[in-house]
């Protein structure tokens, strides 16, 4: 048995370039049901910069070992289980899943397809599911309905264009810089527009008149306001995330007129008050749209964690794809 594990730790909150090291731990040996599992892929978030930085919804207690995405092999199994040595399965976020291993109950363990590629497999437990949970739990949405996203360009907005590309549902995608529009409609934008106050008055020229029932934001501030100000009668605004940190200046007079709706949506809430059973049927939905429909999330560079910084740098580019760590 493998008797220590490499961990990127964090004994403070703080700028994760600052607090992170990578640190030698001992892993205790197997109890009865546990398994060991070796990291193959596991992936950096906007949400682990948060929790590490102390901002984030949830918390770790201190000393904590980061990230909450990843997939990992078996290597060994203490005692009789469905799971086999050479299984690929979901790490354990409460764990971190930045290390190179870890031991887990198998009871807790969620297996992988053997036929999802683990580089790909590691990206789909955070941001699609929210993509999926954005586009069905808000608006009874058909063929031909419209919705409007801002960071088109995130991962949860690449998941929003493809599959509402699958069920047919026109996507406006607004993005805050240039050279974003050929690479998005690759995907299956319809319309893709550089964030300014000017854009809602025109919007409905190219959408022949239609409005979006549906907005999704991350961002916050004057773009949310902007979205909102295009919505339907009833629309519904829903937001997931701040990336710029400005309060959201609600326009009154759409809250009178127009009854637009503000929503809000976590994805760690709904992990925590659904049942296993939810869970798991969500995830297959999302390997289902990988090994059916051929959905991806780019991987725009994978690093070895005691590479870390590198990583960390190459997260806070701009880019389409997502940054790996590797064991």
């Excluded at 319309?191 to 008149?209: A, C, H, M, R």
């Excluded at 740098?313 to 997502?322: E, I, L, N």
Aim: with cysteine; aromatic share 8%; charged share 20%.
């Amino acid at each position: 048995m493998t008797e220590s594990s490499y961990n990127l730790v964090h004994s403070e909150f703080g700028k994760p370039q600052s607090v992170l090291q990578y640190q030698q731990s001992a892993l205790q040996p197997l109890n009865q049901g546990e398994a060991l599992i070796e990291m193959l892929y596991s992936n950096i978030n906007p949400s682990d910069m948060g929790m590490i930085a102390g901002s984030y919804g949830k918390l770790k207690e201190l000393p904590a070992t980061a990230g909450r995405e990843g997939v990992g092999r078996i290597v060994e199994i203490n005692g009789a289980s469905q799971l086999k040595v050479g299984d690929v399965v979901k790490m354990p976020e409460s764990q971190g899943v930045w290390r190179s291993h870890v031991t887990a109950p198998t009871e807790e363990l969620f297996q992988i397809p053997a036929e999802l590629d683990p580089k790909q497999a590691a990206t789909l437990f955070i941001n699609p599911t929210t993509a999926f949970m954005l586009l069905e739990s808000f608006v009874d949405l058909k063929p031909g309905d419209w919705i409007i996203q801002n960071a088109a360009n995130s991962q949860v907005g690449l998941w929003v264009i493809q599959l509402a590309s699958q069920k047919g549902i026109k996507t406006i995608n607004v993005v805050r810089r240039d050279g974003l529009e050929s690479e998005l409609k690759k995907l299956g934008a319809d319309y893709v527009i550089v964030d300014n106050k000017d854009y809602p008055k025109s919007l409905k020229e190219l959408t022949g008149g239609a409005k979006p029932k549906l907005a999704l934001n991350s961002v916050g501030g004057e773009s949310v306001s902007n979205m909102i100000k295009t919505l339907a009668d009833g629309g519904i605004c829903v937001t997931f995330g701040g990336m710029v940190g400005d309060p959201i200046r609600f326009p009154t007079r759409f809250l009178i007129f127009n009854d637009v709706q503000l929503r809000g949506f976590w994805m760690d809430k709904w992990m925590r008050t659904h049942s296993r059973e939810d869970v798991d049927a969500l995830y297959q939905k999302v390997y289902n749209c990988v090994t059916e429909h051929k959905i991806e999330t780019p991987i725009e560079a994978i690093y070895p964690l005691k590479d870390f910084q590198s990583a960390l740098d190459a997260f806070q580019q701009p880019r389409m794809g997502k940054v790996l760590f590797k064991s």
